[in-house]
T-cell receptor, first 115, second 113 residues
Framework: GAVVSQHPSRVICKSGTSVKIECRSLDFQATTMFWYRQFPKQSLMLMATSNEGSKATYEQGVEKDKFLINHASLTLSTLTVTSAHPEDSSFYIC???????????FGAGTRLSVL | KQEVTQIPAALSVPEGENLVLNCSFTDSAIYNLQWFRQDPGKGLTSLLLIQSSQREQTSGRLNASLDKSSGRSTLYIAASQPGDSATYLCAVASNQAGTALIFGKGTTLSVSS
């Protein structure tokens, strides 16, 4: 089956630092990857849609200069949280679209804690 | 704008009981609907995927139904076990391939032994 690897699984950092999260499709090519965020006891909310070789499309209310997304290859997308603050503490999870069939394969998620 | 609602928000049952989780969505123009399981602090495990043309899918003790015209889906869990304790999420894909999923807030299930 399709596997999506997400690293790191857990990050604790100081306020003001930047954190990079990687999302890799291990055994398939993903032209589209999605980044979601989940606050405690809330559902997953889409942050941005990442297409290989083009700029990401951000959802309303998500700061594109704060959440930098790079999708340089068909198997790798990265999310960089720049100048992280405590309110950015959340669970970030990526998914990769299985060849445009709307079957998404999810990474294991990254728990970000900003002190 | 698509909205997904899950009822109940939480459910506690004794082991062995059959149960039903409900999911409703406002826009019936969906591509597919998925049920996921999420354990505390963990990622998502896909349980069942129902394409828009299908009425139900079954996997082991799980059965998911889809009534697209009424905007409803149910997840039936037979003979519940303590290991079934988790949050169950319903998500829909819009009527277009390659689009993001819209999630409900989930139902947190607790099965006591």
């Amino acid at each position: 089956g399709a596997v999506v690897s997400q690293h790191p699984s857990r990050v604790i950092c100081k306020s003001g630092t930047s954190v990079k999260i990687e999302c890799r499709s291990l055994d398939f090519q993903a032209t589209t990857m999605f980044w979601y965020r989940q606050f405690p006891k809330q559902s997953l909310m889409l942050m941005a849609t990442s297409n290989e070789g083009s700029k990401a499309t951000y959802e309303q209310g998500v700061e594109k200069d704060k959440f930098l997304i790079n999708h340089a290859s068909l198997t790798l997308s990265t999310l960089t949280v720049t100048s992280a603050h405590p309110e950015d503490s959340s669970f970030y999870i990526c998914s990769a679209d299985g060849q445009g069939k709307s079957i998404q394969y999810f990474g294991a998620g990254t728990r970000l804690s900003v002190l | 704008k698509q909205e997904v609602t899950q009822i109940p928000a939480a459910l506690s049952v004794p082991e062995g009981e059959n149960l039903v989780l409900n999911c409703s969505f406002t826009d019936s123009a969906i591509y597919n609907l998925q049920w996921f399981r999420q354990d505390p602090g963990k990622g998502l495990t896909s349980l069942l995927l129902i394409q828009s043309s299908q009425r139900e899918q079954t996997s082991g003790r799980l059965n998911a139904s889809l009534d697209k015209s009424s905007g409803r889906s149910t997840l039936y869990i037979a003979a519940s076990q303590p290991g079934d304790s988790a949050t169950y999420l319903c998500a829909v894909a819009s009527n277009q391939a390659g689009t993001a999923l819209i999630f409900g807030k989930g139902t947190t299930l607790s099965v006591s032994s």
